[in-house]
């Protein structure tokens, strides 16, 4: 079962956006919307931001948005501040015998 | 406010059977809204999940581990464990517990996570 594919790393500057890609395949992205996002900071436990796609947990800030097109779920984060430098990882739903998979993590620098 | 604690030896000779158990502050393993789970992380590496078990005691595990581990639901209701059977030093990893929804399919408790070291 191979993870599906987040860039290994990503950075913007403070105020600005970017957007994290996730790809995957017809069996899991692509073929359901059960697709969450998470964000781990050094030395702590990973944290839900977005689950189903585009749906936030209640005290998820609104900077935080999901979205899906074909194979690929994308996470943006608008308005960058220096707490959100983290890695964040893709998890999705798949119709194999396996039940999830996750992507391998992307470190979002803050400059 | 749901907790989750992982708990278990802190360092596993090679070979041997890693074994973790997870405790629920509150709640019970018993209901049929939740599969319950593992997911380590190496130390400087990204998460992998282990594999998760309903309350039915169904289970589903990651292929690449699966002929190694074992998942089962605790006698007293507020636990489940995880067994990893002859582990090298690449077992070594920080190995959490987390709640995963049945119907949303998202991780939305996790625990603070236990330090496994595979050390002769």
């Known amino acids: 079962q191979s993870a599906l594919t987040q860039p290994a790393s990503v950075s913007g500057s403070p105020g600005q956006s970017i957007t994290i890609s996730c790809t995957g395949s017809?069996?899991?992205?692509?073929?359901?919307?059960?697709v969450s996002w998470y964000q781990q900071h050094p030395g702590k436990a990973p944290k839900l931001l977005i689950y189903?796609?585009?749906n936030r947990p209640s005290g998820i800030s609104s900077r935080f948005s999901g979205s899906k097109s074909g194979n690929t779920a994308s996470l943006s984060i608008s308005g960058l501040q220096a707490e959100d430098e983290a890695d964040y990882y893709c998890?999705?739903?798949?119709?194999?015998?396996?039940?999830?998979?996750f992507g391998g993590g992307t470190k979002l620098t803050v400059l | 406010q749901l907790q989750l604690q992982e708990s278990g030896p802190g360092l596993v000779r090679p070979s041997e059977t890693l074994a973790l158990t997870c405790t629920l502050s509150?709640?019970?393993?018993?209901?049929?809204?939740?599969?319950w789970g593992w997911i380590r992380q190496p130390p400087g590496k990204g998460l992998e999940w282990i594999g998760s078990?309903?309350?039915?005691?169904?289970?589903y595990s990651n292929p690449s581990l699966r002929s190694r581990v074992t998942l089962s639901l605790g006698t007293s209701k507020n636990q489940f464990s995880l067994e990893l059977s002859s582990v090298t030093a690449s077992d070594t990893a920080v190995y959490f517990c987390?709640?995963?929804?049945?119907?949303?399919?998202?991780?939305?408790?996790w625990g603070l996570g236990v330090l496994v070291t595979v050390s002769s």
């Open positions: 998890i999705s739903y798949t119709n194999t015998n396996t039940l999830v998979i």
């Open positions: 078990i309903y309350y039915s005691g169904k289970t």
């Open positions: 509150s709640g019970s393993v018993s209901s049929n809204s939740y599969y």
């Open positions: 987390a709640r995963l929804s049945a119907a949303t399919i998202k991780f939305d408790y």
């Open positions: 017809s069996s899991d992205i692509g073929g359901t919307i059960y």
């Open positions: 189903e796609v585009s």
